[in-house]
């Protein structure tokens, strides 16, 4: 139920783009059964909205943090929203 759901909204900035951080997201995303989206944007930063139990969308939150080994996540901006459980399992979108 949606009210079980933490939303997340995060911007990655950095060396995100071209180094394997979308698929690593969604990857990582199936594994802790969270749903959402990815995509690139314009400015060259990674968007990522998800919704999960708050203790797996936290991890999730850790490893956008890290990202893969090819990615330097210079920043990382978080904003919860209300959680509406309408998301599809996590797709890269762009």
Known sequence: ???HLVRIRATARGRVQ??????FVQQ?????GI???????PDGSVEVVMEGPRPAVERMT????????FARVEQLDVHEE????????????S
């Not at 071209?18 to 698929?23: D, E, F, K, L, T």
């Not at 990582?28 to 802790?32: G, I, P, R, T, V």
């Not at 749903?35 to 944007?41: F, I, L, P, S």
């Open 35 to 41: 749903r959402g989206e990815v995509a690139n944007r």
């Open 18 to 23: 071209m180094v394997g951080y979308r698929a």
């Open 1 to 3: 139920m949606a009210e």
């Open 82 to 93: 209300a959680a509406r459980g309408a998301l599809p399992p996590m797709r890269v979108t």
């Open 62 to 69: 850790e490893l956008l943090r890290r990202g893969p080994s």
């Open 28 to 32: 990582h995303a199936q594994e802790l």
